[in-house]
């Protein structure tokens, strides 16, 4: 059955302010958790990942959060941008199964 | 930037009729996926293909699906008896790492079943 989801699916961020969009996951034997971003009309892309066996792993204004203790997973994204609107899904892959499974998006909408 | 690209971007069919969904992965990708999103849910796996060979597949991937890669390039996503709840945009994707966490993603194309 479906094991990871969000908690919230809509979040409205000042421009400039950080936005934190939060998952909570089931399955412990995914072996990585992974952040996509889908803007209007296009397939989703991938922001960041980040293996189990870590907690936090940093890119380019982005933040993954791993707390394997509550199942939760979160993306903080830094100094949030008119392009930063999106729909953000947090996935979760089995290396062994080859493929990914979707949770449910958090609509990100920026206030100018 | 190399891109996943999809043809058409809308399909309109009757149902009951064959559709074929075609993508060109990346060129240096070897594994290629199938993913549906029905307005508005979210994106639902279908199928993973690598080597010539589904790697894995959903309960969403019936009989009335098959995937191909009939020559170096592209990928395709038959659907033989098309029904009205097949209607969702398809997502092609492709990625160049085993076990599929960084993928690569079409445009999609939008079926509607009529």
């Known amino acids: 059955g479906e094991s990871v989801g969000l908690h919230l699916p809509t979040l409205s961020v000042q421009e400039g302010d950080n936005s934190i969009i939060n998952c909570a996951y089931s399955n412990s034997a995914s072996d990585y958790f992974i952040w996509y971003k889908q803007e209007s009309g296009k397939g989703p892309q991938f922001i960041i990942d980040i293996r189990s066996n870590m907690d936090k792993r940093q890119g380019q204004r982005v933040t993954v959060l791993l707390n394997k203790t509550v199942k939760h997973l979160s993306l903080q994204i830094a100094a949030t941008q008119p392009g930063d609107s999106a729909v953000y899904f947090c996935?979760?892959?089995?290396?062994?199964?080859?493929?990914?499974?979707f949770g449910s998006g958090t609509r990100l909408s920026i206030r100018p | 930037e190399p891109e996943v690209t999809q043809t058409p971007s809308h399909q309109v069919t009757q149902m009951g009729q064959e559709v074929i969904l075609r993508c060109v992965p990346i060129s240096n990708h070897l594994y290629f996926y199938w993913y549906r999103q029905i307005l508005g849910q979210k994106v639902e796996f279908l199928v993973s293909?690598?080597?010539?060979?589904?790697?894995?597949k959903s309960e969403i991937f019936d009989d009335q699906f098959s995937v191909e890669r009939p020559d170096g390039s592209n990928f395709t996503l038959k659907i033989r008896s098309t029904k009205l709840e097949d209607s969702a945009m398809y997502f092609c994707?492709?990625?160049?790492?085993?076990?599929?966490?960084?993928?690569?993603f079409g445009s999609g194309t939008q079926l509607s079943v009529l």
């Open positions: 996935a979760e892959n089995i290396l062994s199964a080859s493929k990914i499974i």
């Open positions: 994707a492709s990625s160049e790492d085993h076990g599929g966490v960084k993928l690569f």
């Open positions: 293909f690598y080597n010539n060979e589904i790697s894995e």
